[in-house]
């Protein structure tokens, strides 16, 4: 897999040098990760970023890739938090803001000093460790204390700012809180949008936002919408579990790929 040019410490990459480094066949790669990341979005209501960010990782920088889907994820949970406003449990968001808070402020620091190269090799493990979690681990139905909203939102926060992947946090907590399904995703929708405010707000004084940025974001925005479409209107027999066993095997793939970056 093509793979672009490891960074120093303390350094960012150009977008205009990564992005004519990159042939065609790799941006059909990009945009086709993209739709099917969208899809399983659409369907699931969580998981673009696990699928996309690690797959995109393989041809551009993480410090490209990660603002750029918490960017299209965050324009996704816009439409699912307004869309069913009503449903949204402010009761099971307010003690996360803390915790998210000082998770994205750490993040954002890590996300700015750490090499790119140990980033794909930590987001690589993490992905690996959550598809063997899915994987193998009975999550119950059990409803939690409160007090689990301060390592689901420290860690959300935390890991969602470096990898952009932090969803799996605030989803496990949520849904042992025992919310409904559409509670939940409107709920989950909205911690997004305020943990996602955050990030992009780091992600912008931090320079990441260049305008060769802005052009692959707006050529992303499209593809993302028909993936968003796709999934919210395929009907399947799939099972949840041949679903969530499928979407775990693809991250393991591309979990082992990142570790094998140099």
């Given at each position: 897999?093509?793979?672009?040019?490891?960074?120093?410490?303390?350094?960012r990459p150009r977008a205009d040098l990564v992005f004519d480094s990159i042939s065609a066949p790799y941006w059909?790669?990009?945009?086709?990760?993209?739709?099917?990341?969208?899809?399983?979005?659409?369907?699931?209501?969580?998981?673009?970023?696990?699928?996309?960010?690690?797959?995109?990782?393989?041809?551009?920088?993480?410090?490209?890739?990660?603002?750029?889907?918490?960017?299209?994820?965050?324009?996704?949970?816009?439409?699912?938090?307004?869309?069913?406003?009503?449903?949204?449990?402010?009761?099971?968001?307010?003690?996360?803001?803390?915790?998210?808070?000082?998770?994205?402020?750490?993040?954002?620091?890590?996300?700015?000093?750490?090499?790119?190269?140990?980033?794909?090799?930590?987001?690589?493990?993490?992905?690996?460790?959550?598809?063997?979690?899915?994987?193998?681990?009975?999550?119950?139905?059990?409803?939690?204390?409160?007090?689990?909203?301060?390592?689901?939102?420290?860690?959300?926060?935390?890991?969602?700012?470096?990898?952009?992947?932090?969803?799996?946090?605030?989803?496990?907590?949520?849904?042992?809180?025992?919310?409904?399904?559409?509670?939940?995703?409107?709920?989950?929708?909205?911690?997004?949008?305020?943990?996602?405010?955050?990030?992009?707000?780091?992600?912008?004084?931090?320079?990441?936002?260049?305008?060769?940025?802005?052009?692959?974001?707006?050529?992303?925005?499209?593809?993302?919408?028909?993936?968003?479409?796709?999934?919210?209107?395929?009907?399947?027999?799939?099972?949840?579990?041949?679903?969530?066993?499928?979407?775990?095997?693809?991250?393991?793939?591309?979990?082992?790929?990142?570790?094998?970056?140099?």
């Amino acid at each position: 897999m093509h793979q672009c040019n490891s960074l120093s410490a303390f350094t960012r990459p150009r977008a205009d040098l990564v992005f004519d480094s990159i042939s065609a066949p790799y941006w059909l790669f990009g945009a086709f990760t993209l739709i099917v990341a969208y899809v399983v979005r659409g369907i699931a209501g969580f998981g673009s970023g696990l699928i996309a960010i690690p797959l995109l990782a393989l041809i551009l920088p993480l410090t490209v890739v990660v603002p750029l889907v918490v960017f299209l994820d965050y324009v996704a949970s816009a439409s699912h938090g307004l869309k069913d406003h009503a449903q949204i449990q402010w009761r099971q968001i307010f003690p996360l803001l803390p915790f998210t808070a000082a998770g994205v402020l750490t993040g954002l620091y890590l996300f700015k000093t750490v090499d790119s190269i140990m980033l794909a090799h930590g987001l690589g493990v993490f992905v690996l460790l959550y598809a063997m979690y899915t994987l193998f681990v009975n999550e119950g139905s059990t409803q939690v204390s409160r007090l689990w909203a301060m390592p689901a939102g420290a860690l959300g926060g935390l890991v969602g700012t470096l990898f952009g992947t932090g969803g799996p946090f605030y989803v496990v907590y949520l849904k042992h809180r025992g919310l409904p399904k559409t509670q939940f995703r409107a709920t989950f929708a909205t911690v997004f949008l305020m943990d996602g405010a955050g990030r992009l707000t780091g992600y912008f004084s931090g320079g990441f936002f260049d305008r060769d940025w802005l052009v692959l974001a707006a050529f992303s925005l499209p593809v993302m919408a028909i993936g968003l479409y796709a999934g919210g209107h395929v009907h399947t027999n799939i099972t949840q579990r041949t679903f969530q066993v499928a979407v775990s095997l693809l991250l393991v793939v591309s979990g082992i790929s990142l570790l094998l970056r140099h």
